[in-house]
């Protein structure tokens, strides 16, 4: 892979790490603190909700550190060993993690009673975007999964090739 591919990817993952600690540290909060002052009603959801989120937005963060460890495993042509299989392993980790606190969010915004201060529509909001993020997180972890398992016949493949080599 060309170095300024790999230099561009790397300072896309950097800002985007850096843009989730922002949003961890000042966007989660003042939104959460906004909509309790907004509608008072949702103070007992104001703190596990921003909690949810800045977890989410950490799984995001471990996935992006899991990224940029194999550019540089990649970068040294190391990528078909099993070291891979680590970051790779925590890609898939932590969109479960996301995808299970969506998940969890769902079936709440379901089954508990949450008063709305506009007939709910802003509650089938929040639902259609956590039913969501549920399914693009699946489909993410099946994707990934799906990838392990290539880059675990090109690893076997390269072995056997330096074996015959």
């Not at 922002?22 to 989660?28: D, K, S």
């Not at 008063?115 to 972890?141: E, K, R």
């Not at 690893?155 to 015959?164: I, P």
Request: proline share 4%; aromatic share 8%; with cysteine.
């Amino acid at each position: 892979m060309h170095r300024l591919f790999i230099a561009a990817l790397r300072a896309g993952i950097a800002g985007a790490l850096l843009l989730g600690l922002f949003g961890q540290a000042v966007v989660i909060p003042a939104t959460a603190s906004a909509e309790v002052d907004r509608f008072p009603p949702y103070e007992p959801y104001a703190v596990p909700y921003a909690a949810v989120a800045i977890t989410c937005v950490a799984c995001v963060q471990a996935v992006l550190v899991a990224v940029w460890m194999l550019l540089s495993m990649v970068e040294r042509d190391a990528i078909f060993t099993r070291r891979a299989f680590r970051w790779v392993d925590t890609v898939i980790g932590a969109t479960l993690v996301a995808t299970l606190l969506a998940f969890g969010v769902t079936v709440h915004l379901l089954l508990a009673d949450i008063p709305t201060p506009d007939d709910g529509v802003a509650l089938n909001g929040a639902l259609g975007s956590a039913v969501v993020c549920v399914g693009v997180g699946a489909a993410f972890v099946m994707l990934v999964v799906v990838m392990r398992g290539l880059l675990h016949k090109a690893t076997q493949l390269t072995t056997e090739m330096a074996k015959v080599v």
